[in-house]
């Protein structure tokens, strides 16, 4: 089959196109001919500094982890798919697992679910990572009706999902961008727009909360913008975080009573662990999605699989406005 191929880290000039052996399926996997995948922030992360990430694949290696696609085969004791079935998940590209990258790909029954009726191939690919993330955090926060909440980054990848996610859980959401088509993005979802740029966190606290601050905070930006969302959350609030790789003193976090909640979606990929709680994620995505209550934003530059390196690209460049979607 045909795939992009790994054999050292670095720049994304690194993907070969390359022939490899078809996988086999085995049981509790099924086989998937893979129509379309979507780039992540964690693939552009493996690829360019793969040997100081214990996640990353041995080389050579197929990298990408979302997909949509076609089953074609069953293994043994798989009972909820059968062959033609339109599926889409988060299954690959780490560790022991060969990625989405290529045309054919394994994948373990319990992290893939039936792709919503409503999307394209490249629509449901750019949905698993980004879309379990979000649905994490904002559970695991104690998301309910008739809660302020803040999204840090709501135009991104993980962003765009919890602020819809968010508002179909009933919440007053509100969302930070830092750009006119950012802004416009984020009001177009159903959030209200905050310009980070022109507006410190005392200034929207005051404006939206009368100085209470917000009940949740997603922070999908993460890092040094950790002490924002702190300074945000209200007194006995909930803040959950994408990117907690960061150094800083907790006193604010103490003194206000806050929860943090550390999302990392990767866990039952990387360590067989809860695999069937991605399964089950993904199905409830699918109905939020058929109801009309989730779109996915693609980015409007098109990449084929040969054309893997330029994608990559595209995102690292920050100019991409939605996922970057790799047709194969």
């Known amino acids: 089959m045909k795939a992009m191929i790994v054999n050292s880290f670095g720049s994304e000039n690194v993907f070969e196109a390359s022939k490899i052996t078809k996988p086999q399926v085995k049981a509790g996997h099924v086989l998937i001919k893979v129509a379309a995948t979507s780039v992540n922030t964690v693939d552009t992360m493996i690829r360019a500094m793969g040997d100081d990430l ?12 979302d997909f949509a696609g076609t089953v074609e085969e069953v293994g043994e004791g ?47 690919a750019a949905l698993p990572l980004v879309a379990i993330t979000a649905y994490e955090g904002l559970m695991r926060a104690g998301i309910s009706e008739g809660q302020k909440v803040l999204v840090h980054g709501g135009s991104g990848g ?90 800083m003193d907790l006193s604010l976090a103490h003194f206000k009573g806050l929860s943090l909640h550390v999302v990392f979606m990767l866990i039952p990929m990387l360590h ?6 991605h399964g089950k994620i993904l199905n409830e995505l699918s109905q939020i999605v058929e109801a009309g209550e989730l779109t996915p934003v693609l980015d409007n530059e098109m990449f084929s699989l040969e054309q893997t390196g330029k994608a990559h690209e595209r995102l690292a460049s920050g100019k991409a406005l939605g996922k970057v979607v790799i047709s194969i």
């Not at 009972?79 to 790909?105: P, R, W």
């Open 272 to 277: 067989n662990i809860k695999r069937e709680e």
């Open 54 to 65: 214990p996640i990353a694949p041995a080389l050579p290696a197929v990298l990408g982890m």
């Open 158 to 247: 993980v962003g765009h999902v919890a602020l819809q996610l968010a508002k179909y859980f009933g919440a007053e959401v509100y969302s930070t961008g830092g750009g006119d088509n950012q802004l416009a993005l984020i009001e177009k979802l159903g959030a209200y727009p905050i310009n980070y740029k022109t507006e410190t966190v005392a200034d929207y606290v005051a404006k939206y909360t009368e100085g209470a601050g917000f009940d949740v905070v997603f922070d999908s930006v993460g890092g040094e913008n950790m002490a924002n969302s702190f300074e945000a959350a209200a007194l006995n609030g909930q803040v959950a975080s994408t990117v907690a790789m960061v150094n």
């Open 78 to 124: 798989v009972t909820d798919y059968k062959i033609g079935d339109e599926v889409y998940g988060c299954a690959g590209g780490l560790a022991d697992l060969q990625g989405t990258l290529a045309e054919y790909m394994v994948a373990d029954a319990k992290l893939i679910a039936l792709k919503p009726q409503n999307l394209s191939m490249r629509e449901a």
